[in-house]
């Protein structure tokens, strides 16, 4: 992780691996058992890796749990949200149904570089196989390089990086739902990862605030990751309460935090570590009526 190249209009970021950072790649799906993921990394490792297991033993680079911890934290926390049945959805989990993901505050050094890089994202198409999917990862800070271009990722899930807002990302997808002729509506999620939104940088914040609270006004199911509970997940909680934010899933710690853990020099109390807790919103608790294209297209 190197961040004294950081250019001007970059945030410094809890995971940004050096150039020569290498993401070792999945083997082949299992065709028979999914791998578990109820119990975090090691059931999980075990089974996803089992090609690589020489005499009992797994030996992987911290940056592959650090890489994978992105798209299984996603994951993890989808499947809690539709397991529950909290997801203020009418269609919900329908065989064939569009589901949109929009990767919010993606940067050209983590989410964009995994796509790029790896093949970890294509475990949200695995772990959801009845969805037809497409990633839309979406930032000021994705590269000019990558901006619009079009990775079929899977036979049923593609990606797209988007270099702008919140709000043009979304603007994209409403024009593509308003000519939607299929009988069965699409479904739009957000998924924002390690924002350290009300960690008490000012200028982050203000960046922030206008996208959270239209994602909560317009009822979109939205996850958030944070990379500690000593001021990101208790600033966040703040926000949310401000907000009068509706928790579908309530802060928890995710059983797929990166392995990396950074501590600041001075204070060995103070430590960031890339997803180390979930949660997701929909909606506010004070409206009980239809929302948007929170619920569905």
């Not at 996603?74 to 959805?89: A, C, E, H, P």
Request: aromatic residues 12%; glycine residues 8%.
């Amino acid at each position: 992780m190197d961040d004294a190249v950081l250019k001007p209009d970059q945030y410094i970021g809890t995971l940004r691996w050096g150039p020569d950072t290498e993401f070792a790649a999945l083997p082949d799906f299992p065709k028979s058992t999914p791998p578990p993921l109820d119990h975090g990394w090691e059931d999980y490792m075990h089974t996803r890796m089992q090609s690589k297991v020489t005499n009992g033993q797994l030996t992987l680079h911290p940056a592959t749990f650090d890489g994978l911890s992105f798209p299984l934290s996603f994951i993890w926390g989808f499947r809690q949200v539709l397991l529950s049945g909290s997801w203020n959805d009418t269609v919900g989990y329908k065989r064939g149904r569009k589901l949109f993901v929009l990767f919010l505050g993606a940067a050209e050094r983590a989410e964009e570089r995994l796509l790029l890089e790896s093949n970890y994202f294509t475990e949200i198409a695995h772990y959801l196989p009845s969805f037809e999917i497409e990633l839309h990862f979406v930032g000021p800070e994705i590269s000019e390089q990558s901006h619009g271009r079009w990775m079929p990722l899977t036979n049923h899930m593609a990606a797209v990086c988007t270099r702008g807002t919140c709000k043009e990302g979304l603007e994209g997808l409403k024009t593509k739902c308003a000519a939607w002729r299929d009988p069965v509506p699409p479904a739009i999620v957000v998924c924002a990862f390690n924002t350290g939104f009300a960690s008490g940088d000012a200028r982050l914040r203000a960046s922030w605030t206008g996208d959270i609270k239209y994602l909560i006004q317009e009822g979109f199911l939205t996850f958030f990751t944070c990379a500690n509970d000593w001021a990101d997940l208790k600033g966040e909680a703040q926000v949310m309460a401000i907000l009068e934010a509706r928790y579908v899933l309530q802060p928890q710690k995710s059983p797929f935090r990166s392995m990396s853990v950074v501590q600041e020099p001075d204070d060995k109390g103070k430590w960031y570590s890339a997803n180390s807790f979930v949660y997701a919103v929909q909606g506010m608790q004070t409206r009980d009526k239809k929302q948007g294209l929170g619920r569905h297209i």
